[in-house]
């Protein structure tokens, strides 16, 4: 059973408009979220995290936000860039533990 | 240095060959983690060390095993893997394993592995 989703597989975008890629779970018992990305032949690269005290957390280009009631979350970029093109994947954990679930992934594309 | 290091980059082993991969991390982090993926599926968690002992094996075959020589230092020693053991294996590394209350974890660039 698949406890964390990415629904879309792949996204394009144009160079400067927003990216925005999901996130779903279903255990309502996470209360720490990851957004990292990949390039090809590389590890996972940390982007940016959210506790579940919060609804929204912001570095950069890079916003995330939570929505616990639909058990939710999306990260966006703003503006994208051609190189934000990669495979981003979220995880999902519980505070004080090793273990993150880690989502099936989405390759996004922004096309110069 | 906020780097995780992983040698070989690449290996391609025979069913019988015994090797081992390495990874190294500076960071002064205490918890470290042996990942495997394979094409288009996310990282999957192997074996976690907390300072400096095995914490989780997750039921993984004893083909692989681990070793952490020292707080900075992670091995994963092969012997007789199948085809199907090919993949990219990851290490990471975070501040602890469960003590803390979020625990980013950092990933080397992977060894890549080809069982022939």
């Known amino acids: 059973d698949q406890q964390v989703k990415q629904n879309s597989p792949s996204l394009s975008v144009q160079e400067g408009r927003i990216s925005i890629l999901n996130c779903d779970y279903t255990?309502?018992?996470?209360?720490?979220f990851l957004w990292y990305k990949k390039y090809p032949a590389e590890g996972p690269t940390f982007l940016i995290s959210?506790?579940?005290?919060?609804d929204k957390n912001e570095d950069g280009r890079f916003t995330v936000f939570l929505n616990k009631s639909a058990k939710h979350l999306s990260l966006h970029i703003v503006p994208s860039q051609p190189g934000d093109s990669a495979v981003y994947f979220c995880?999902?954990?519980?505070?004080?533990?090793?273990?993150?679930?880690f989502g099936t992934g989405t390759r996004l594309k922004v096309l110069a | 240095d906020t780097e995780v290091t992983q040698t070989p980059k690449h290996l391609v082993m025979g069913m019988t060959n015994k090797k081992s991969l390495k990874c190294e991390q500076h960071?002064?982090?205490?918890?470290m983690y042996w990942y495997k993926q394979k094409a288009k599926k996310p990282p999957e968690l192997m074996f976690v060390?907390?300072?400096?002992?095995?914490?989780i094996n997750e039921s993984v075959p004893s083909r692989f095993s681990p070793e952490c020589p020292n707080s900075s230092l992670l091995n994963l020693h092969l012997h007789a893997l199948q085809p199907e053991d090919s993949a990219l294996y990851l290490c990471?590394?975070?501040?602890?394993?469960?003590?803390?209350?979020?625990?980013?974890?950092?990933f080397g660039p992977g060894t890549r592995l080809t069982v022939l």
């Open positions: 255990n309502s018992m996470f209360d720490y």
């Open positions: 060390y907390s300072y400096e002992k095995l914490s």
């Open positions: 995880a999902a954990s519980f505070s004080g533990t090793y273990k993150y679930i």
């Open positions: 990471a590394s975070s501040q602890d394993a469960a003590g803390s209350s979020y625990n980013e974890q950092f």
């Open positions: 959210i506790s579940s005290i919060k």
């Open positions: 960071m002064g982090h205490r918890a």
